[in-house]
T-cell receptor, first 114, second 115 residues
Framework: KQEVTQIPAALSVPEGENLVLNCSFTDSAIYNLQWFRQDPGKGLTSLLLIQSSQREQTSGRLNASLDKSSGRSTLYIAASQPGDSATYLCAVFLGAGNNRKLIWGLGTSLAVNP | GAGVSQSPRYKVAKRGQDVALRCDPISGHVSLFWYQQALGQGPEFLTYFQNEAQLDKSGLPSDRFFAERPEGSVSTLKIQRTQQEDSAVYLC?????????????FGPGTRLTVT
């Protein structure tokens, strides 16, 4: 059974720091991996999607890498800002036929302090 | 364009009541997913539609849960005889297609509290 683990569970940093969030998964037979952001009381916002054949994706201050063979992904946030405070969730898309779905980690709760 | 919308945003139900949660996906999106997110947890897959066909309902926790998408657009998740353990945020997502290339777009969720 696929398991997705995110470390750390919570992180508090001063504004301006560069930081790394980690995601690991047990089954490397994935189609893609997505990083999401969730703000309190709001839905999920997709940040980056990395296809299984890709190594990384970048969007602004965000960079996500994928090492499928080792079952790891990292989300790098450069020059963090208070507006980055949110919960960051990692999810892998896997399965076969019609039974394909996203399997999620528990998230990393990030607080960026001004 | 408009994103995924869900209604109601909040629902309080007494134990034993039936509830219906609505999802309006992005226009033209073929795939629609329902997830359940308990407090402090990541989302858990419930069910998936491709157009009007429900292709995977393996995540529905019991036969009290029922989902439909009769015209391949709007979807309704119905929970019969609600129990306290049903309290969670129910998230709906849609995507243009089905497969590893397609990003899922999420609605704001419906927070269900069963008292």
């Amino acid at each position: 059974k696929q398991e997705v683990t995110q470390i750390p569970a919570a992180l508090s940093v001063p504004e301006g720091e560069n930081l790394v969030l980690n995601c690991s998964f047990t089954d490397s037979a994935i189609y893609n991996l997505q990083w999401f952001r969730q703000d309190p009381g709001k839905g999920l916002t997709s940040l980056l999607l990395i296809q299984s054949s890709q190594r990384e994706q970048t969007s602004g201050r965000l960079n996500a890498s994928l090492d499928k063979s080792s079952g790891r992904s990292t989300l790098y946030i450069a020059a963090s800002q208070p507006g980055d405070s949110a919960t960051y969730l990692c999810a892998v898309f896997l399965g076969a036929g019609n039974n394909r779905k996203l399997i999620w980690g528990l998230g990393t709760s990030l607080a960026v302090n001004p | 364009g408009a994103g995924v919308s869900q209604s109601p945003r909040y629902k309080v139900a007494k134990r034993g009541q039936d509830v219906a949660l609505r999802c309006d996906p992005i226009s033209g999106h073929v795939s629609l997913f329902w997830y359940q997110q308990a407090l402090g947890q990541g989302p858990e897959f419930l069910t998936y539609f491709q157009n009007e066909a429900q292709l995977d309902k393996s995540g529905l926790p019991s036969d009290r849960f029922f989902a439909e998408r009769p015209e391949g657009s709007v979807s309704t998740l119905k929970i019969q005889r609600t129990q306290q353990e049903d309290s969670a945020v129910y998230l709906c997502a849609s995507s243009l297609g089905f497969g590893g290339s397609y990003e899922q777009y999420f609605g704001p969720g419906t927070r269900l509290t069963v008292t």
